[in-house]
């Protein structure tokens, strides 16, 4: 049995959830976000809370039930609370601005960048190298967030790039000084 899909979901005040077949339609404050979830899952709705069922003990369904209670656990928090994914330029020069809903990075290209917000994503900019990616869509959050990493990834020499906030690069060492005509440092 799934401990994951086995769990109910508690829904907050202010949120309604609402099943139409295989669709589930979540509303809250922040936006709306609807769900099609596989007909061997069952899905019950009771007073505020949902429990995610499964028909039967294939592997394919097991495999779906908890994917689909998490799912739907993240499009109950997306509604009421937005996620959001954390971003910093880390280089000489490197700066991000706002242009309505583009995002304008200048990251050591000849060019400037610019990134598109998709619909239901919003970029926020403190200090000029900090990106906050924020949205009611876990998925689309980090899809957005990595695409925006894509366009400079961190160099693992110099530490230089797009990186999410927190995030460690693990530097190599370089090429070393040139050593002596017998391999020996310092000895001929």
């Known amino acids: 049995m799934s401990r994951v899909g086995n769990s109910p979901i508690l829904i907050p005040a ?3 959830v609402e099943q139409a077949g295989n669709t589930v339609k979540v509303t809250g404050p922040k936006g709306n976000l609807s769900l099609n979830i596989d007909r061997a899952i069952e899905i019950k709705i009771e ?5 995610v069922k499964r ?8 495999s779906l039930h908890g994917l689909t209670r998490n799912l739907i656990a993240n ?3 997306g509604v009421n609370n937005l996620w ?3 971003l910093e330029l880390v280089g000489v020069g490197f700066r991000a601005q706002l242009n309505g809903n583009k995002l304008v990075l200048n990251v050591g290209y000849s060019h400037s960048v610019e990134v598109t917000a998709p619909d239901g994503i ?3 900019v403190t200090d000029n190298t900090k990106i906050k990616v924020s949205g009611v869509d876990k998925e689309l959050v980090g899809q957005t967030a990595a695409n925006i990493k894509k366009v400079r990834v961190p160099d693992v ?3 230089k790039g797009i990186r999410y906030e ?3 690069i693990r530097k190599k060492v370089g090429k070393s000084a040139k050593v002596g005509a017998t391999g020996a440092a310092g000895v001929k």
């Open 157 to 159: 020499y110099k530490g």
């Open 122 to 124: 919003t970029f926020e």
């Open 75 to 77: 499009i109950v928090a």
């Open 84 to 86: 959001s994914k954390k």
């Open 47 to 51: 007073s505020r809370k949902i429990n």
């Open 14 to 16: 202010g949120v309604t």
């Open 166 to 168: 927190g995030e460690y």
């Open 55 to 62: 028909n039967s003990d294939q592997k394919r369904v097991r």
